[in-house]
């Protein structure tokens, strides 16, 4: 009987990592053009992908969690995770009414 596998063994620490989807590259690639430019995101985000906004962030923040999209695109996966963070502190020190 062979003994299961254990993290040192390179065993998947996590889910099995799978390929980005053509929507989930095509997001990222999105992403990355209009964190510099100010606009209708939103307005580009339904007539582009034909999401609601809301839809649109909660997709990137699952894809964002992937290995592949990672490995994909570092640099903007890394910013988007930094600045996602960022938020979630925001919104947690708003609430301990430390901000306004």
Do not use: N
Request: no cysteine.
């Amino acid at each position: 009987m062979d003994p299961a596998p254990t993290p040192g063994d390179g065993a998947a620490a996590g889910p099995p990592s799978r390929a980005l989807t053509e929507q989930e590259r095509e997001l990222l690639a999105f992403e990355r053009r209009w964190w510099r430019h100010a606009g209708a995101k939103e307005q580009e985000i339904r007539q582009v992908f034909d999401l609601s906004a809301t839809r649109y962030y909660q997709l990137l923040s699952e894809i964002i969690e992937l290995p592949a999209a990672l490995a994909h695109d570092p640099m903007l996966v890394k910013r988007l995770r930094r600045l996602r963070e960022t938020r979630r502190q925001e919104r947690a020190a708003r609430k301990r009414g430390l901000r306004p």
